[in-house]
């Protein structure tokens, strides 16, 4: 059941992310970590500059998953421009550490000049704002001012089974379970050696 | 504000006394560079349901700027009927001036204003360019309900705007707009590098509005509570959890007190955020946090909480902010934190910010530690695993030691002696 949510969210992030730029309410990314838009669950529209990056937050609890797509529109630019141009999506912890990165090398969608990506961390230990950003490198040729271009970003939170239940059952019941192992693979070795023991005597 | 200014001020002299030469960097930092003009549509083709969205929207995205925010407001087709087609189609003005935001002189200028004339959206975007100050970054803000009806030449092929040195930039926004106008605002939108963004109906503009002036002033968003960390550990200023924003110049330190209450542990991160232009990569250099308990000093590893690094900042990543966190261990009381910032053997900071600093994001953070956790969590080694935990391999270990034993003392243990009685 979990893996088909995964499968569905994963479907439901690429469809958004293939689908035109710029769809969903306006949101305004953040210039770092501090100013980070909030976020929750949906697709959002902004605009990113050539050479940018912006930040977003995202609130999560324990055992939880984040799921984060970026797609930008450069159908506004000429193709030639944009052969070199690469999108990159990172997300980061509570403590602003990455947790994961994901990027767009080569063209785009031929069609629509899109590029898109996304990435995912999770379930989470630790519950608290979890950061995403989105940087467009810097392809225009040089001594051109920044262009900015269309954004969509797409956040899926997906409430997994809490990882709490493997911490306790490899605190409490895992640790049970390996001393019952310990002394029962002790009497094995006593009733195998003592076995073995009373072979050599018969001897 | 007149609290703003006088928390401005405080911080400046604070800075001024503690860091030598660190008031002016500040207020670099600090410093309104963006200015923003929005052109509205006023004319017969806006209508009147339009237009009173529209004003209602400017006076509170203009409320909702940060303080102090370059903004004026231009108009056209507001004034000469669309009959007189010579005259309405040279019918743009200036309502409110580029000067700091004033919600209440947008909202006098917007009163009474009817739809009225032609909609000579090329004329009024190459004007507002002028009426921008000729430096930082220059955005126009237009909201229109179609495309021009007095051009050619479309605003997309004029050039005016696009050209204009230092360039401004166009984000257009379409109220209820047709296809040929959405097209037309898309074209002068992408022309001088700006984006278009649709209003489906008169109250959608509000928040696209509100977007618009947002992304234009992004530099002049706060990135936190201004603080200034001492230079030695001595001078450390106190902190409270939050967020904080600071300034770090390259061989210098800053130093910041954190009281930690029983029952809480210490997570700190220090974010190195490059300006949003320019190279600044400096390959060897090094940004370090240092978390020390409470009575150690700095230097002194055995009293060292927790520690982090990274070198090579802003060198081999495309990324233009560099992060280094540390959680100290529930066991001890960490309360003084330090962020170093080490400069290149060659000096590559120093040369490429000519004097400026760094801004510096800080993020304090008290939560309680972890239940039954007194101790540092496990590393993963011997000495430090759990006393609860078993191996496999200690199980083996036990069935193998266990097995040999009692081979042993079963097989080769002395038969007993069969005594002379017995034997036949």
Same mark, same amino acid.
């Given at each position: 059941?979990?893996?088909?949510?995964?499968?569905?969210?994963?479907?439901?992030?690429?469809?958004?992310?293939?689908?035109?730029? #710029?769809?969903?309410?306006?949101?305004?990314?953040?210039?770092?970590?501090?100013?980070?838009?909030?976020?929750?669950?949906?697709?959002? #529209?902004?605009?990113?500059?050539?050479?940018?990056?912006?930040?977003?937050?995202?609130?999560?609890?324990?055992?939880?998953?984040?799921?984060?797509?970026?797609?930008?529109?450069?159908?506004?630019?000429?193709?030639?421009?944009?052969?070199?141009?690469?999108?990159?999506?990172?997300?980061?912890?509570?403590?602003?550490?990455?947790? #994961?990165?994901?990027?767009?090398?080569?063209?785009?969608?031929?069609?629509?000049?899109?590029?898109?990506?996304?990435?995912?961390?999770?379930?989470?230990?630790?519950?608290?704002?979890?950061?995403?950003?989105?940087?467009?490198?810097?392809?225009?040729?040089?001594?051109?001012?920044?262009?900015?271009?269309?954004?969509?970003?797409?956040?899926?939170?997906?409430?997994?089974?809490?990882?709490?239940?493997?911490?306790?059952?490899?605190?409490?019941?895992?640790?049970?379970?390996?001393?019952?192992?310990? #002394?029962?693979?002790?009497?094995?070795?006593?009733?195998?050696?003592?076995?073995?023991?009373?072979?050599?005597?018969?001897? | 504000?007149?609290?703003?200014?006088?928390?401005?001020?405080?911080?400046?002299?604070?800075?001024?006394?503690?860091?030598?030469?660190?008031?002016?960097?500040?207020?670099?930092?600090?410093?309104?560079?963006?200015?923003?003009?929005?052109?509205?549509?006023?004319?017969?083709?806006?209508?009147?349901?339009?237009?009173?969205?529209?004003?209602?929207?400017?006076?509170?995205?203009?409320?909702?700027?940060?303080?102090?925010?370059?903004?004026?407001?231009?108009?056209?087709?507001?004034?000469?009927?669309?009959?007189?087609?010579?005259?309405?189609?040279?019918?743009?003005?200036?309502?409110?001036?580029?000067?700091?935001?004033?919600?209440?002189?947008?909202?006098?200028?917007?009163?009474?204003?009817?739809?009225?004339?032609?909609?000579?959206?090329?004329?009024?975007?190459?004007?507002?360019?002028?009426?921008?100050?000729?430096?930082?970054?220059?955005?126009?803000?237009?909201?229109?309900?179609?495309?021009?009806?007095?051009?050619?030449?479309?605003?997309?092929?004029?050039?005016?705007?696009?050209?204009?040195?230092?360039?401004?930039?166009?984000?257009?926004?379409?109220?209820?707009?047709?296809?040929?106008?959405?097209?037309?605002?898309?074209?002068?939108?992408?022309?001088?590098?700006?984006?278009?963004?649709?209003?489906?109906?008169?109250?959608?503009?509000?928040?696209?509005?509100?977007?618009?002036?947002?992304?234009?002033?992004?530099?002049?968003?706060?990135?936190?509570?201004?603080?200034?960390?001492?230079?030695?550990?001595?001078?450390?200023?106190?902190?409270?959890?939050?967020?904080?924003?600071?300034?770090?110049?390259?061989?210098?330190?800053?130093?910041?007190?954190?009281?930690?209450?029983?029952?809480?542990?210490?997570?700190?991160?220090?974010?190195?955020?490059?300006?949003?232009?320019?190279?600044?990569?400096?390959?060897?250099?090094?940004?370090?946090?240092?978390?020390?308990?409470?009575?150690?000093?700095?230097?002194?590893?055995?009293?060292?909480?927790?520690?982090?690094?990274?070198?090579?900042?802003?060198?081999?990543?495309?990324?233009?902010?560099?992060?280094?966190?540390?959680?100290?261990?529930?066991?001890?009381?960490?309360?003084?934190?330090?962020?170093?910032?080490?400069?290149?053997?060659?000096?590559?900071?120093?040369?490429?910010?000519?004097?400026?600093?760094?801004?510096?994001?800080?993020?304090?953070?008290?939560?309680?530690?972890?239940?039954?956790?007194?101790?540092?969590?496990?590393?993963?080694?011997?000495?430090?695993?759990?006393?609860?935990?078993?191996?496999?391999?200690?199980?083996?270990?036990?069935?193998?030691?266990?097995?040999?034993?009692?081979?042993?003392?079963?097989?080769?243990?002395?038969?007993?002696?069969?005594?002379?009685?017995?034997?036949?």
């Amino acid at each position: 059941m979990r893996r088909l949510a995964a499968l569905l969210l994963a479907f439901v992030l690429a469809m958004s992310a293939a689908s035109p730029a #710029a769809a969903g309410p306006p949101v305004v990314g953040g210039t770092s970590f501090n100013d980070a838009a909030p976020l929750e669950t949906g697709s959002f #529209a902004d605009a990113l500059d050539t050479g940018s990056t912006v930040f977003y937050k995202v609130r999560l609890a324990r055992g939880q998953r984040l799921s984060a797509g970026a797609s930008v529109d450069a159908s506004g630019l000429d193709a030639s421009l944009t052969g070199t141009s690469s999108l990159t999506l990172r997300l980061y912890g509570p403590l602003r550490g990455q947790d #994961a990165e994901a990027q767009t090398l080569g063209p785009g969608d031929s069609a629509t000049h899109l590029k898109s990506t996304n990435a995912e961390i999770g379930p989470v230990q630790d519950p608290g704002e979890y950061y995403v950003s989105a940087g467009l490198n810097d392809f225009l040729p040089q001594g051109s001012a920044p262009a900015q271009l269309p954004l969509a970003v797409t956040i899926g939170i997906n409430a997994s089974a809490p990882p709490a239940k493997h911490v306790e059952r490899a605190s409490s019941g895992g640790a049970g379970t390996s001393w019952a192992v310990l #002394a029962a693979f002790s009497v094995a070795g006593v009733l195998l050696g003592g076995a073995g023991g009373l072979v050599l005597r018969r001897r | 504000m007149g609290k703003r200014v006088l928390r401005g001020a405080l911080v400046a002299a604070a800075l001024l006394a503690l860091v030598p030469g660190a008031g002016a960097q500040t207020n670099d930092l600090a410093k309104p560079r963006s200015s923003l003009d929005i052109v509205l549509d006023s004319s017969k083709a806006m209508g009147q349901t339009r237009l009173a969205a529209a004003r209602g929207a400017i006076v509170r995205a203009v409320r909702a700027l940060p303080a102090g925010t370059p903004v004026g407001l231009r108009l056209y087709g507001s004034k000469v009927p669309a009959n007189d087609r010579g005259s309405s189609c040279s019918d743009s003005r200036t309502a409110v001036p580029v000067t700091p935001a004033n919600p209440s002189a947008m909202r006098s200028a917007l009163k009474g204003l009817t739809p009225t004339g032609l909609a000579p959206v090329s004329l009024a975007l190459s004007r507002a360019a002028k009426d921008l100050p000729p430096a930082g970054e220059r955005t126009i803000v237009l909201v229109a309900g179609g495309a021009d009806s007095c051009a050619p030449p479309p605003p997309c092929q004029t050039g005016t705007v696009g050209s204009a040195a230092p360039p401004v930039r166009v984000d257009a926004i379409g109220v209820e707009v047709n296809a040929a106008g959405r097209r037309a605002l898309q074209c002068a939108a992408r022309a001088s590098g700006g984006v278009y963004r649709d209003a489906a109906t008169p109250a959608a503009l509000e928040p696209e509005l509100e977007a618009a002036l947002g992304r234009a002033t992004r530099d002049r968003r706060s990135l936190g509570k201004p603080i200034a960390g001492g230079v030695e550990e001595q001078q450390g200023t106190p902190v409270r959890p939050g967020e904080y924003l600071d300034s770090i110049a390259p061989d210098t330190e800053r130093w910041y007190h954190v009281s930690v209450p029983p029952g809480h542990v210490l997570s700190a991160a220090a974010t190195l955020v490059a300006p949003p232009t320019g190279d600044v990569s400096a390959p060897g250099s090094t940004l370090t946090l240092d978390a020390f308990g409470a009575g150690s000093q700095a230097g002194t590893l055995a009293g060292n909480d927790a520690t982090d690094s990274e070198s090579n900042l802003f060198a081999f990543d495309p990324s233009r902010t560099i992060t280094v966190s540390v959680k100290a261990q529930p066991s001890q009381t960490g309360n003084s934190v330090r962020v170093a910032l080490h400069d290149s053997p060659d000096k590559q900071f120093a040369q490429k910010l000519a004097g400026r600093s760094l801004a510096l994001e800080l993020l304090f953070r008290l939560p309680p530690a972890p239940a039954g956790r007194a101790l540092p969590p496990r590393t993963g080694t011997a000495g430090s695993a759990s006393s609860h935990d078993v191996s496999w391999g200690a199980a083996i270990a036990a069935l193998v030691m266990c097995a040999a034993i009692a081979f042993a003392g079963v097989g080769f243990a002395p038969r007993p002696r069969v005594r002379a009685e017995d034997e036949p």
